[in-house]
């Protein structure tokens, strides 16, 4: 019996593919579980989605001419914010609406150019991600991304708590509430870069924004809530790839599913809780 | 009442001192003539409507605002206590969170807090009584707590100068008492307090009060100050008049203060 359950917990990580799929998404699973509570509490759910999909035809273009997506993602990023920056400052259009019609844009740009016949095969990933596709430079970059994140966020925890917490008054504590942002953005920009390629364009969002979702629910600590969502982004990370082992599911969907699955489960612990109390 | 009447006979060098000080957001100054000092050991009580320049001031003196005219010296950490009501009851932070927020003025930008911050904090937190709160939700301490917890943050500071908004706003009897005890300790200590405040009774018991309307109508000793005249300059001609020259406030100016 425990001879079956350990084959059927080990077989899926047989093959090398497999294997890396596990680094990548225990790598992603800590930046985003850790860096998604600020996500939250700085209000940027709706940001982070919005560039996601945004840096979609850079990533396209950039496979569609062979230099890395990287690259491709990055100018992606620097377009659509200074086309938000620009659609914003057109008199009638709020800046809510400027970026909904940009991003939408850039999305049905980027999803033409990758669906159309005439591109090779393959770019439809882009859009759900291809955990499985994983090479070794991808693993390096995201744990690259995992180590400079997690020092970030440690070097400016006060900080972003500070801001978070009393912006009005921040600057009279010496913190410039600005330059918090600015890193903050610039963490998420740089998070999103890598995640997508694993991701893909659709579901990044869910590990950046789902499993701190679900820490919020249990957690009442900066701290404690950090580590929570990490754990739960990592263990639905393998849920999911187990689910999409035995049902031959798409990996980067599987995730997603496992994630939102486990928030309404705390949604629903916590009402059942409080209906006791 | 001029505003030369800032000059008293106080031995102690001011603490912060404004001359001529006029401030505004870009456009014509929205205060201006503020000419006061503040010494070691002085509650001063900002008296004036809503809108009169309270706010401005205190962003002035806290280098938010650039002057647009005047003088301003100032120490170089002035702390804060900003209105409870308006703070984030969602935000998952401890009592102690907070107050260790105040170090983030005093250790360089790299370093965490270590022990010896978190020993300030908590000895911040233990002088405005609330040791045994320390590990508490900041969102789940009553509205008087929250209060005392950004007081601690503030010391943690360790401003000679403290600027508190409205401290009194929604605090019950007790939650009163306790507050006045905490100002006039922290005076004793030495440091000088701003309290913007909207009861007039109460700046009677403080050591100065500076009213202001768009510019400062007066600064002086409560006695000299709090008169009909003055009180009429400061809030407009609604103030009423309860025994002989002592005034009150018309009810709707108390709307969210002490009773």
């Known amino acids: 019996m425990i001879a079956t359950l350990w084959h059927s917990l080990a077989e899926p990580w047989q093959q090398d593919i497999d294997r890396r799929a596990l680094v990548e998404v225990l790598l992603l699973g800590l930046t985003g579980g850790a860096l998604g509570c600020w996500i939250i509490f700085y209000n940027l759910s709706y940001s982070t989605e919005s560039l996601a999909h945004a840096l979609l035809p850079g990533l396209v273009l950039a496979a569609l001419a062979g230099i890395p997506l990287i690259l491709g993602g990055a100018a992606g990023l620097v377009v659509a914010a200074l086309a938000i920056a620009a659609a914003g400052r057109t008199p009638a259009v709020g800046r809510d609406t400027a970026v909904a019609v940009v991003v939408t844009g850039l999305l049905g740009l980027g999803a033409l150019l990758a669906l159309s016949p005439d591109t090779p095969a393959g770019l439809g990933e882009l859009l759900f991600g291809d955990v499985l596709g994983v090479t070794d430079t991808d693993l390096a970059l995201a744990g690259g991304l995992a180590v400079a994140v997690l020092a970030a966020l440690a070097v400016l925890h006060g900080r972003l708590l500070l801001v978070g917490f009393d912006r009005l008054n921040a600057r009279a504590l010496g913190v410039r509430p600005a330059t918090i942002d600015g890193a903050l953005l610039l963490l998420v920009a740089a998070a999103l870069l890598v995640a997508v390629q694993g991701l893909g364009n659709l579901l990044v969002v869910a590990v950046l924004v789902g499993p701190a979702a679900c820490a919020r629910v249990v957690a009442h600590r900066m701290s404690t809530m950090m580590v929570v969502a990490a754990a739960v982004a990592v263990l639905a990370g393998f849920g999911g790839l187990y689910l999409s082992y035995y049902a031959r599911t798409a990996a980067g969907a599987s995730i997603a599913a496992v994630i939102v699955g486990v928030y309404a489960v705390a949604l629903t612990a916590r009402s059942v809780r409080a209906g006791i109390a | ?259």
């Not at chain 2, 900003?82 to 969170?97: G, I, K, M, N, Y």
Request: hydrophobic share 40%.
């Open chain 2, 1 to 259: 009442m001029s505003a030369v009447a800032a000059t008293t006979e106080t031995a102690a060098a001011p603490l912060l001192r404004t001359d001529g000080l006029a401030a505004g957001y870009g456009g014509p100054p929205v205060l201006r003539d503020v000419a006061f000092s503040a010494r070691p050991g002085e509650r001063i009580a900002v008296l004036g409507p809503n809108g009169g320049g309270k706010t401005t001031l205190f962003r002035t003196l806290l280098g938010e605002l650039r002057p647009a005219a005047g003088t301003l010296q100032r120490p170089p950490r002035i702390g804060v206590v900003p209105q409870t009501e308006r703070s984030r009851l969602d935000f998952p932070v401890s009592a102690l969170d907070v107050a260790l927020m105040g170090t983030l003025t005093t250790i360089p930008w790299w370093r965490r807090p270590g022990r010896a911050d978190r020993d300030r904090a908590r000895r911040a937190l233990a002088d405005v009584g609330l040791a045994d709160r320390a590990d508490r939700t900041f969102g789940d301490l009553s509205g008087g707590q929250r209060q005392r917890v950004l007081v601690a943050r503030a010391l943690v500071q360790d401003a000679p100068v403290l600027l508190l908004d409205e401290p009194y706003v929604g605090l019950d009897t007790t939650s009163v008492t306790l507050l006045d005890d905490l100002l006039a300790g922290l005076a004793a200590q030495g440091r000088a307090l701003l309290i913007a405040t909207h009861d007039v009774d109460q700046a009677r018991g403080w050591e100065r009060v500076l009213c202001l309307n768009r510019r400062q109508i007066a600064f002086g000793a409560p006695d000299e100050v709090l008169t009909r005249a003055t009180l009429e300059a400061t809030y407009g001609a609604e103030v009423v008049d309860l025994t002989g020259d002592r005034c009150v406030m018309p009810p709707h100016h108390h709307d969210h203060g002490a009773p």
